[in-house]
């Protein structure tokens, strides 16, 4: 599962835009790209970092009719809404992230949180005589939400406005 957003312009906007000449809406690519690109750098820069992997899995790309970001790290969600007691999703949110809601049972490998977990907190330097506790804490709380991705979306959002704006005001 990813975690993944389109920017591809303002429902109101898209309707107008297919009336105007190709330079003009070459203009607004532009800025939409310029604003997917931010999105996925300020992602990356608030990113929570253990060994990197959610950085690298942050990408934008060109898809048909505008520009995607997506966070291809299948914990992406957990990691941007926490788990299990901690959740905490922005209402409107709720909706999309629905579709991750685990079902409580455990997937992949027999073990694989444990092992995990015990990694982790090798790599942090924890004792090993802890691990078992934090491994308990984790299971039954779960941990806590780091956002990373969708906070960037009101920063985003006005920035592609106001470039959006300039161009559209600027003589053609």
């Not at 690109?37 to 820069?45: F, H, P, Y």
């Not at 520009?67 to 926490?82: I, Q, T």
């Not at 409107?92 to 049972?105: K, N, P, S, V, Y």
């Amino acid at each position: 599962m990813s975690v993944k957003i389109t920017l591809s312009g303002f429902k109101e906007l898209e309707a107008k835009l297919r009336t105007m000449p190709k330079e003009l809406m070459e203009e607004v690519d532009v800025e939409v790209q310029d604003s997917a690109q931010l999105w996925e750098d300020r992602a990356k820069n608030d990113a929570p970092t253990d060994q990197g992997l959610l950085k690298g899995e942050i990408k934008t790309r060109k898809i048909p009719g505008g520009w995607e970001v997506v966070s291809m790290a299948e914990y992406s969600p957990y990691l941007e809404w926490g788990t299990r007691r901690r959740v905490r999703v922005p209402a409107d949110l709720q909706a999309f992230a629905a579709q991750f809601r685990g079902t409580g049972e455990p997937t992949g490998e027999p073990g694989n949180a444990k092992e995990m977990i015990y990694a982790w907190c090798k790599r942090q330097g924890i004792p090993e005589e802890r691990w078992s506790f934090i491994f308990m804490l984790i299971m039954v709380n779960g941990i806590r939400p780091q956002p990373f991705f969708f906070v960037q979306r009101p920063v985003i959002e006005k920035e592609l406005a106001s470039a959006l704006e300039k161009v559209l005001n600027t003589p053609h």
